[in-house]
T-cell receptor, first 113, second 112 residues
Framework: EPEVTQTPSHQVTQMGQEVILRCVPI?????FYWYRQILGQKVEFLVSFYNNEISEKSEIFDDQFSVERPDGSNFTLKIRSTKLEDSAMYFC???????????FGEGSWLTVV | GENVEQHPSTLSVQEGDSAVIKCTYSDSASNYFPWYKQELGKGPQLIIDIRSNVGEKKDQRIAVTLNKTAKHFSLHITETQPEDSAVYFCAASPNSGYALNFGKGTSLLVTP
């Protein structure tokens, strides 16, 4: 079964450093998402991306965050200057089109120290 | 914005018993309600979803009911098995393509 793949599975970074989390969505999917889950808390929406632009974003997704689909297969989340509170599991997700199921990857666990 | 409340936060049942998890939502524009199962260290996996034009949907041992008037929906798992043990999240959105607003999750433990 096709799946959303994410790398790295775990990254430890120093506060203030830039981090890029990578995702390969399912190949024929057109809508892409990033969500995050702080340990023990609920999954929170960050951003959605369609047709090479952001279609929706939450309050969490401030100027420190950016997304990109540089080569038609990868979908990346960049955090410019990480803070301690950015420590969380980051999930990439994708779907084929309107009205279809959103599929999640297994997550990238980010620890900011 | 949408606020999704989920209860209980933990649920322990004996194998073979039923489990019920309930969610309420605040935004009357929400019309898509998926349920996700999350096993330890893994991403959420969709197990069932319902749209607002139906009141109930069933898939083998799993069923979801929706009461749009009362703005609540529930997940029912019958004949529970130990492998059903996981964290279950409900979610709501105005459309299946829009951002999902998740509940806080229910940790289900099925004991043999």
């Amino acid at each position: 079964e096709p799946e959303v793949t994410q790398t790295p599975s775990h990254q430890v970074t120093q506060m203030g450093q830039e981090v890029i989390l990578r995702c390969v969505p399912i190949s024929n999917h057109l809508y892409f998402y990033w969500y995050r889950q702080i340990l023990g808390q609920k999954v929170e929406f960050l951003v959605s991306f369609y047709n090479n632009e952001i279609s929706e974003k939450s309050e969490i997704f401030d100027d420190q965050f950016s997304v990109e689909r540089p080569d038609g297969s990868n979908f990346t989340l960049k955090i410019r200057s990480t803070k301690l509170e950015d420590s969380a599991m980051y999930f990439c997700a994708s779907r084929v089109g309107s009205g279809n199921t959103i599929y999640f990857g297994e997550g990238s666990w980010l620890t900011v120290v | 914005g949408e606020n999704v409340e989920q209860h209980p936060s933990t649920l322990s049942v004996q194998e073979g018993d039923s489990a019920v998890i309930k969610c309420t939502y605040s935004d009357s524009a929400s019309n898509y309600f998926p349920w996700y199962k999350q096993e330890l260290g893994k991403g959420p996996q969709l197990i069932i979803d319902i749209r607002s034009n139906v009141g109930e949907k069933k898939d083998q041992r799993i069923a979801v009911t929706l009461n749009k008037t009362a703005k609540h929906f529930s997940l029912h798992i019958t004949e529970t098995q130990p492998e059903d043990s996981a964290v279950y999240f409900c979610a709501a959105s105005p459309n299946s393509g829009y951002a999902l607003n998740f509940g806080k999750g229910t940790s289900l433990l099925v004991t043999p």
